[in-house]
């Protein structure tokens, strides 16, 4: 082998480790996401199952009909006041995360799709007597900010086609 050779196959195994070099560092890339992704899920699962988020839930459903008003919401002692927000910042932030695609889609559509479909109405109420309260307190254009992003979410769940079985009958077949 003359000295020309050499450099070519220098230059040429030199080319190869800079391209096994760059799929290793997109294969880390695509490992990076896939564990933030899964780490946002699991954050997204324990705010949804908080005590006070549930709390949240269970007033919607066992104190409220589906037109109740800013009065029926000032009825309500300082924890359930505080829960009922918690349950709408904490959909607002959701909404908004997977707007800006930092929480995936389909998750989401696991976790919410059932809510909207049972609750679906009483939140889009809350959000009303919500915006009617900060309207009350003299918060201006109300009804553009205060918890958009969480009619934004509810929106996209009432555009996905309906559930028609439970999961344990949809996914019967799954295996891990």
């Keep these: 082998m003359n000295l020309d050779e050499a450099a070519n196959l220098g230059e040429l195994l030199g080319g190869l480790a800079i391209l096994v070099t760059l799929i290793f560092g997109i294969r880390q890339i695509i490992e990076l996401n896939k564990g933030k992704e899964r780490e946002a899920s699991r954050e997204m699962a324990n705010l949804l199952s908080s005590p006070i988020y549930q709390s949240g839930l269970s007033i919607l459903v066992n104190k409220f009909d589906d037109d109740f008003t800013l009065e029926d919401l000032a009825k ?3 924890n359930e006041k505080d829960a009922l927000n918690h349950l709408a ?9 997977t707007f800006v695609g930092q929480l995936d889609f ?3 559509k696991l976790f919410f799709q059932p809510i909207s479909m049972i609750l ?3 939140f889009r109420r809350l959000v009303d007597v919500l915006q009617e309260n900060a309207k009350v307190q003299g918060i201006d254009n109300a009804e553009l900010v ?3 992003w969480a009619i934004w979410l509810l929106d996209r769940m009432d ?3 309906p559930i028609t079985s439970p999961a344990y009958e949809l996914h019967s077949d799954w295996k891990p």
């Design 76 to 78: 309500l002692d300082r």
């Design 146 to 148: 205060v918890f958009d």
């Design 120 to 122: 679906g109405k009483r």
């Design 106 to 108: 389909n998750t989401v």
């Design 89 to 97: 910042i904490t959909t607002n932030s959701i909404g908004m995360m």
């Design 159 to 161: 555009e996905l086609p």
